[in-house]
């Protein structure tokens, strides 16, 4: 069996690749800090504890399991926090992805899939982003992910680390088994904060602004379900696979759901209501965010199949009912 070396694989989305790969006939390594991870969410492969920046443990990994490729989800990724606390950022994604990179360089596994960021982009109101729009990021999540673009460009220029980069927008959902799915501590996602609203498990959703230029004054976003932005990585897979070009692929809808929407829509799916409460805007924020995915769907074959806000939000609130994990 082939090994594929997961960073983040105990993530979010990372868990619902390592889902994924095990389906297609590969042996998902995670290699995860827990830092925001759960080992509970590791079911599907080795499981392996170590950071980013720990280079001996990476050289370590790198020998005992030979990976064919890396899927790179491991990453610091609120706007929020990014704009508190850069220097985070910059070590964690930043100087972590370096050592990453340089480990796998010399360990002579040459293949990279990368988690990178619409927030790249930076603030581009009123535009369906495009992979060659301008990537000017307004926060320090943003930065230090276009930081790590360029190493990959600059590292298959020196050393031929041949690379697929997916600048993901906003990501829903979960694994419609329910044997993944989304949790963060402390959570900061729209969806699961709404889920958790309805329920009990907090008082109110604050919506981080109502001013904003928008039909209904709340920020909009590209919502992409977690299995399609897994189905586009077990592509670009392939696409390393059978030796083509690096290349950069957008993964959004072309359509954009705004705070208020994607509210309503959770409402009248639970038939609950969602205590809200109309707060200020969260600094470093963008207006609109939303991706047209011609080059994913032409080039790769991609088909966002699933990223109806029904589907969404009805995968998630399935596994926000039956599952969870423990630290
Ligand atoms: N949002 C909100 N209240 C919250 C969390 C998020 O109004 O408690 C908004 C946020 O301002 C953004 C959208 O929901 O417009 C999605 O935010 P999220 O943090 O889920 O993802 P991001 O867009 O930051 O990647």
């Known amino acids: 069996m082939t090994n594929i070396l997961v960073t983040g694989g105990a ?11 095990k389906g297609a006939g590969y042996t998902p390594v995670t290699y995860d800090n827990l830092s925001t991870g759960w080992e509970d969410a590791v079911q599907f492969g080795p499981f392996e504890k170590g950071d980013l920046n720990d280079r001996e443990r990476l050289d370590q990994i790198f020998a005992a399991y030979q990976p064919a490729a890396i899927l790179h989800f491991a990453a610091l990724s609120q706007v929020g926090e990014s704009m508190r606390e850069p220097g985070l950022y910059w070590h964690n994604n930043v100087a972590g992805s370096l050592t990453l990179f340089q480990a796998a360089v010399e360990a002579g596994c040459l293949d990279v899939v990368f ?12 535009v369906v982003l495009d992979e060659s729009s301008a990537r000017h990021p307004i926060n320090a ?14 590292f298959e220029a020196a050393y031929g680390l041949r690379h697929v980069i997916f600048r993901y927008f906003n ?3 979960a694994d419609p088994e329910a044997e993944v799915g989304e949790f963060h501590q402390p959570e900061t996602h729209l969806v699961p904060l709404i889920l958790d609203a309805i329920d009990g498990k907090r008082d109110a959703l604050t919506i981080f602004g109502t001013d904003y230029e928008t039909p209904d004054g709340t920020c909009i976003r590209d919502y992409v379900h977690v299995m399609d932005l897994v189905d586009a990585h077990l592509q670009g897979l392939k696409w390393l696979e059978e030796g083509k070009e ?5 993964l959004g809808t072309g359509s954009g759901f705004s705070v208020r929407e994607v ?10 209501e969602v205590p809200t409460i109309e707060g200020l805007r969260r600094p470093g924020d963008c207006t609109k ?16 199949a699933r990223s109806t806000l029904e589907q969404m939000i009805g995968d998630a609130w399935r596994w926000h009912q039956t599952g969870h994990y423990a630290k």
């Not at 988690?115 to 009123?126: E, P, R």
């Open 141 to 154: 999540y943003g930065s230090s992910k276009r930081a790590v673009e360029d190493i990959l460009r600059d």
């Open 11 to 21: 993530g979010y989305i990372g868990s619902h690749a390592c889902k994924a790969l």
């Open 115 to 126: 988690s990178s960021t619409c927030a790249t982009y930076g603030d581009q109101d009123n």
């Open 246 to 250: 690096s290349r950069a692929f957008n």
């Open 171 to 173: 990501v829903a959902g």
């Open 263 to 272: 509210i309503d829509r959770a409402a009248a799916m639970t038939g609950r």
């Open 289 to 304: 965010l939303v991706s047209g995915s011609t080059r994913a769907v032409s080039e790769l074959g991609w088909s966002p």
